[in-house]
């Protein structure tokens, strides 16, 4: 299993440490810490942690990294985050306090997102060596806005790898099932059963890929904040693509640079009707 190295982060995270302390009580979940999918390895795991923290409530995330051999130069790379938005009004309940040592407010959940992407990376060791990391073709993400399929088609013509369990199907979470699509190629069709208005009434979930940042988006926006805005709610969001090794040292091969940003968004009540709290920005970048 490979080791991280956190390149940056801001707000509730600090630069340079990976081991950051737990901040959940009673509702902490550690969902995927057994979950497993055939035809794939655990490239990396790491406990639930504080992705975001502010005085109205916070965020959890954990991170679950798997790999499947795809053609003899490329992995199949998916990454599955399990989310956990927590008000300050429910963390005050549990007698929650912030790493700082501050109580959350009493404010509800009122809105917040989770971006996710993927880079290379190039590293100069001395004036004769730099080290890089794999390519990334192919992304696809979910829950998604529709139940389109999805076919990853290797473009520069490897040998397939792919396991005997794609045959027949891999279910990866969310009503997702991926499998051999062309027995002449390497490639992999995604079937979509689920959307993001079937994952949640309120809060409302949507999904959008931004083109010119390249990047997954899944924002949440809660419609009775009196009534959903006051509870726990828990999320799954999932990323794939290829990770393309040609040319690249076995040390590299497997490893690229994760980016991760979230936001969350409070409401509360100055008198008799609800305000919206100022909005908290969160951003992390994992080397995996």
Known sequence: MNTILIIGAVCALTTGQCNVENNVSSYSTNRANNITYDGFDVLYRSEEFPALE??????????????????TKSNLILVRL?????????ARLNNDTQENGNSYKDYNFKAGYVHVYATSWEKEVDYSLTLYSGQILNEVAWPRSDKVQTTITNSYGFESTIGNEFENGVSLGDGVTVKVGNSTSASV????????????????MSYHYSSNDDRYEWSLETLNVEVSGAVVYNFSTYYLFELNDNGVLSDCQKSFDLHLDFMYQGAFKPLWWWADGWEFNSSLTIRI
Request: glycine share 4%; aromatic share 10%.
């Open 54 to 71: 502010c005085d109205d409530g916070y965020i959890n995330t954990q991170i679950n990294v798997y790999n499947a051999p795809f053609t």
């Open 82 to 90: 399990d989310n956990t938005i927590v008000p300050g009004h429910v």
């Open 189 to 204: 069709t995604l079937s979509y059963t689920k959307t993001v208005s079937s994952i949640s009434n309120d809060p409302v």
